[in-house]
């Protein structure tokens, strides 16, 4: 089973600022097999990003994804009020798929 | 739009079942593989189960298989997970989700979830 490792747990910003959220897997996730998720209380997650770097219909230009083999970021350009929530990196190349532990970006 | 409602989650005991059902609107609901994923309280994303489009190729994780049961019927546009066997570590918010495409196993559409709880 590939671990996915998310860093920091938490990480504390203010609005307009950048935020990078990094997700380390156990093993090289071939094809950049990543997706990241944003995840609010009592909602469900809402795909950001395929494809280790393919933005999802309707997800807004700030959000950007890069790495591959075993280091992936999740890049928010410039933080906005909605964006304060938990992130979960997805791989998809190996079963079981298996999610990250999650990165919540909080208001600092 | 497309729609994902499950339904069918409660309280049950121990070692007891409960069926769970999303109904799915939207889009062709017969050409997309569609997934289970859980959420334990104060806990991760776990993926369950997956189903091909037509139902032949079905997925479990390790730890639910023998005990749970994923089908769907395209006729009624529903997906169904039936759980038996259930324990504590089984408690969590189960959501349903379609697959972006066929043959890459990430999630554009998800339901509200449902609840399961097991205790006694």
């Known amino acids: 089973e590939i671990v996915l490792t998310q860093s920091p747990g938490t990480l504390s910003l203010s609005p307009g600022e950048r935020a990078t959220l990094s997700c380390r897997a156990s093993?090289?996730?071939?094809?950049?097999?990543l997706a990241w998720y944003q995840k609010k209380p009592g909602q469900p997650p809402r795909l950001l990003i395929y494809?280790?770097?393919t933005r999802a219909t309707g997800v807004p230009a700030r959000f950007s994804g890069s790495g591959s083999g075993t280091d992936f970021t999740l890049t928010i350009s410039r933080l906005e009020p909605e964006d304060f929530a938990v992130y979960h990196c997805?791989?998809?190349?190996?079963?079981?798929?298996?999610f990250g532990g999650g990165t919540e970006v909080e208001i600092k | 739009e497309v729609q994902l409602l499950e339904s069918g989650g409660g309280l049950v005991q121990p070692g007891g079942s409960l069926r769970l059902s999303c109904a799915a609107s939207?889009?062709?609901?017969?050409?997309?593989?569609m997934t289970w994923v859980r959420q334990s309280p104060g806990k991760g994303l776990e993926w369950v189960s997956a189903?091909?489009?037509?139902?032949?190729?079905?997925y479990y994780r390790d730890s639910v298989k023998g005990r749970f049961s994923v089908s769907r019927d395209n006729s009624k546009n529903i997906l169904y997970l039936q759980m038996n066997s259930l324990s504590a570590d089984d408690t969590a918010i189960y959501y349903c989700?379609?697959?972006?495409?066929?043959?890459?196993?990430?999630?554009?559409?998800w339901g509200q979830g449902t609840l399961v709880t097991v205790s006694s």
């Open positions: 989700a379609k697959n972006l495409m066929n043959g890459i196993a990430v999630y554009d559409w």
């Open positions: 939207g889009f062709t609901f017969s050409t997309y593989a």
């Open positions: 189903i091909s489009g037509p139902g032949i190729h079905i």
């Open positions: 093993q090289s996730v071939s094809s950049n097999s």
């Open positions: 494809g280790a770097s």
């Open positions: 997805q791989q998809y190349i190996t079963s079981p798929l298996t």
